[in-house]
């Protein structure tokens, strides 16, 4: 088990930048994890932003933040994060960490039940 803490969020206007942070911690090695960011808008399902595999090769992007938001992990720290360039209004949501310890197909990656732990989400607004 590792327990996933977010922040980085807030108010931004659009195109602007926002970097996400997700610290983890507990008695489970972060490095067998395979990380991920979903976010969750108001009457919207929780749907995945990127995703990260435990040493980084693999790596994902929604259709929607393709080109703007990097994803990124630091084994060493325990952290992963999520750049998010050239925001928009759309990109207002809660954004939650996530993990998975082993590896995902690319297949299942977006499903929120494929994951073990969440974090409590950090808001970003985005303001045009």
């Known amino acids: 088990q590792v327990q996933l803490v977010e922040s980085g969020g807030g108010p931004v206007q659009a195109g602007g930048s926002l970097r996400l942070s997700c610290a983890a911690s507990g008695r489970a090695s972060f490095s067998d994890y395979a990380m991920a960011w979903f976010r969750q808008a108001p009457g919207n399902e929780r749907e995945l932003v990127s995703y990260?595999?435990?040493?980084?090769?693999?790596?994902y992007y929604s259709d929607a933040v393709k080109g703007r938001f990097t994803i990124s992990r630091d084994n060493a720290k325990n952290m992963v994060y999520l750049q998010m360039n050239s925001l928009k209004p759309e990109d207002t949501a809660v954004y939650y960490c996530a993990a998975k310890r082993g590896l995902l197909v690319a297949d299942v990656v977006g499903e929120t039940s494929k994951y073990d732990n969440w974090g409590q989400g950090t808001r970003v607004t985005v303001s045009s």
């Open positions: 990260i595999s435990w040493t980084g090769t693999n790596i």
